[in-house]
């Protein structure tokens, strides 16, 4: 079993930038996909960015491809999010998840089996 454990969240500004960090312990950290997903209030939850085990291949949501980073760093057990020029519509708690490593960037919620318990981020306009 994994359990992911979220840092880096806070308060700031738009245009501002934040590095959200998520520690998996558990399991064989590079043995797992790792993704970001995000939910704001009254709304479901929304994928973000995934990064595959070997760290190689990435995907983005079209919302902040171009902003956001995802990258990971085995030696650490740890999958980190840069998040560059944030607006107020990024304001959520941002969840990460981990899977069984695959060569599917998958982007769907129900795919990823462990969860952490999120970290807030909010950005005022």
């Known amino acids: 079993q994994v359990q992911p454990v979220e840092s880096g969240g806070g308060l700031v500004q738009a245009g501002d930038s934040l590095r959200l960090s998520c520690a998996a312990s558990?399991?064989?950290?590079?043995?797992?996909?790792m993704g970001w997903f995000r939910q704001a209030p009254g709304k479901e939850r929304e994928f973000v960015a995934v990064?595959?085990?070997?760290?190689?291949?990435?995907a983005y949501a079209d919302s902040v491809e171009g902003r956001f980073t995802i990258s990971r760093d085995n030696g650490k057990n740890t999958v980190f999010l840069q998040m560059n020029s944030l607006k107020p519509e990024d304001t959520a708690v941002y969840y990460c998840?981990?899977?069984?490593?695959?060569?599917?960037?998958?982007?769907?919620?129900?795919?990823?089996?462990?969860w952490g318990q999120g970290t807030q981020v909010t950005v005022s306009s």
């Open positions: 990064i595959l085990r070997s760290g190689g291949n990435t």
């Open positions: 998840a981990a899977r069984t490593g695959s060569l599917l960037l998958t982007r769907y919620a129900r795919h990823y089996d462990s």
């Open positions: 558990g399991r064989t950290f590079s043995s797992l996909d």
